[in-house]
């Protein structure tokens, strides 16, 4: 009965973490500029790999009861460095020359060099 | 029943691989195509994990625990190299 529960619960993450992954990629395909992009690829790309990296972990948790560390390890670090890599690329791009699109109101980093 | 699900997310996971793939080929500077890259680094760990679920093994886990780490210091490369335009300074003949 529980196993049932565990898989269950481990499909349907998994199945919404696919559906964030391809949101992600709509976006990365049809925002204006670099830094939304980065926005989109920083924030819901990681969360969807998350969540299926989440759903795997119950998955095996629920069918053989063995809970693996390289998985919570992999969740983590997808945690710490997804958002972190959006950073960097988006900083070097600003630095390097790279302007924002026409509809961007605002830009406090103007007179920072 | 389980497995039907897990290849509806495999198919989606792929479409989205495409797409992020359609930016890296057509995007309009550096910074896109790396951005781009990342994401595709990323997606490829989750592509990885639904398959361990789909072949029922255990053993690919520490190859997408090695491609997160890999992809991530690829990213940060790339990023410094955008920045200063070396990866790794070795001026010898700095007076600090």
């Not at chain 1, 924030?43 to 972990?57: D, E, N, Q």
């Not at chain 1, 390890?73 to 790279?98: D, K």
């Not at chain 2, 997606?43 to 053993?59: E, G, H, Q, R």
């Amino acid at each position: 009965m529980i196993e049932t529960i565990l898989i269950s619960i481990s499909v349907i993450m998994m199945v919404i973490g696919a559906f964030f992954s391809l949101f992600a990629a709509l976006g990365i395909l049809r925002l204006p500029d670099v830094f939304s992009r980065a926005h989109a690829s920083g924030k819901a790309s990681t969360l969807g790999v998350m969540l299926i990296l989440t759903g795997v972990l119950i998955y095996f948790i629920g069918k053989d009861g063995h809970f693996n560390v390289q998985l919570l390890l992999g969740i983590i670090f997808i945690f710490i460095t997804g958002p972190l890599a959006g950073h960097l690329v988006s900083r070097s791009a600003y630095y390097m020359g790279v302007r924002p699109s026409e509809r961007t109101v605002r830009d406090d980093l103007k007179d920072a060099k | 029943m389980t497995s039907i699900f897990v290849i509806i997310a495999i198919i989606i996971v792929a479409l989205s691989m495409i797409g992020i793939l359609i930016r890296v080929i057509l995007g309009p500077t550096l910074a896109d195509r790396v951005i781009a890259l990342d994401a595709l680094g990323i997606t490829l760990m989750a592509m990885i994990a639904l398959f361990s679920v789909l072949t029922n093994t255990k053993y690919l886990f520490v190859i997408l625990l090695l491609i997160g780490i890999l992809a991530f210091l690829g990213t940060a490369a790339f990023a410094k190299f955008m920045d200063k335009g070396e990866i790794i300074e070795n001026d010898r003949n700095d007076t600090y």
